[in-house]
Nanobody, 123 residues
Framework: QAQVTESGGGTVQAGGSLKLSCVVATSIFPRYAVAWYRQPLGKDREFVAS????????RYTASVRGRFTISRENSKNTAYLEMNDLKPDDTAVYYC????????????????WGQGTQVTVSS
């Protein structure tokens, strides 16, 4: 499993915005779908958003739809998660991963993860 490095987290007030980045250390990144996940303190990791390898189809969990946007830049082996109108419930460690689009919503499908990036939203 190639190394995945997430960045861009921080502390913002409710209603604020952040843009997360995920660099995947492999030249085959363009062949795979990519997804973002998050894990609030004391809770299970959950699916947030996914994007096909061509960027032509995306999926979002209901609680972020309309506020978050997933994108990718294959030439840089990088995926992004733009987060707007952040809410305290968005507070979590955010992770990304890559693989087959059909399985990206299944957190248990992956056995290797990066270190994640902390997002904290204050009320």
């Amino acid at each position: 499993q190639a190394q995945v490095t997430e960045s861009g987290g921080g502390t913002v007030q409710a209603g604020g915005s952040l843009k997360l980045s995920c660099v995947v250390a492999t030249s085959i990144f363009p062949r795979y779908a990519v997804a973002w996940y998050r894990q609030p303190l004391g809770k299970d990791r959950e699916f947030v958003a996914s994007l096909t390898r061509f960027g032509d189809e995306d999926r979002y969990t209901a609680s972020v739809r309309g506020r978050f946007t997933i994108s990718r830049e294959n030439s840089k082996n990088t995926a992004y998660l733009e987060m707007n109108d952040l809410k305290p419930d968005d507070t979590a460690v955010y992770y990304c991963n890559f693989g087959t689009y059909a399985y990206m919503q299944q957190v248990q499908h992956f056995d290797s993860w990066g270190q994640g990036t902390q997002v904290t939203v204050s009320s």
